[in-house]
Nanobody, 118 residues
Framework: VQLQASGGGLVQAGGSLRLSCVASGSILSINAMAWYRQAPGKQRDVVAVISSGGSANYADSVKGRFTISRDNAKNTVYLQMNSLKPEDTAVYYC?????????????WGQGTLVTVSS
């Protein structure tokens, strides 16, 4: 099983980016999917979580600006980030709680860098 994240880049403050993360491999089912981020010198924190049914929760710092969504048919989770701020600069990681033929549990993507310039 692999999680492949993409969509990061350099953007000016106030701009938008859309991250994508595709899960592939011998997947039987995917429960919750999530985005985390880790800024330099800081711990990895949760940004948003979405259940298999589509219920979403957000960190207070991104509420009203970020939207998490998923396409279950494509095993893909998205993070639409609007009104970006310099403090959103971080490596963003996707996470999935899934069942597979080999191992069930949490899987991480490789991370995609988001840089917001002021």
């Amino acid at each position: 099983v692999q999680l492949q994240a993409s969509g990061g880049g350099l953007v000016q403050a106030g701009g938008s980016l859309r991250l994508s993360c595709v899960a592939s491999g011998s997947i039987l089912s995917i429960n919750a999917m999530a985005w985390y981020r880790q800024a330099p010198g800081k711990q990895r924190d949760v940004v948003a979580v979405i259940s298999s049914g589509g219920s979403a929760n957000y960190a207070d710092s991104v509420k009203g600006r970020f939207t998490i969504s998923r396409d279950n048919a494509k095993n893909t989770v998205y993070l639409q980030m609007n009104s970006l701020k310099p403090e959103d600069t971080a490596v963003y990681y996707c996470n999935a709680d899934l069942r597979s033929l080999r191992r069930s549990g949490n899987y991480w993507g490789q991370g995609t860098l988001v840089t917001v310039s002021s």
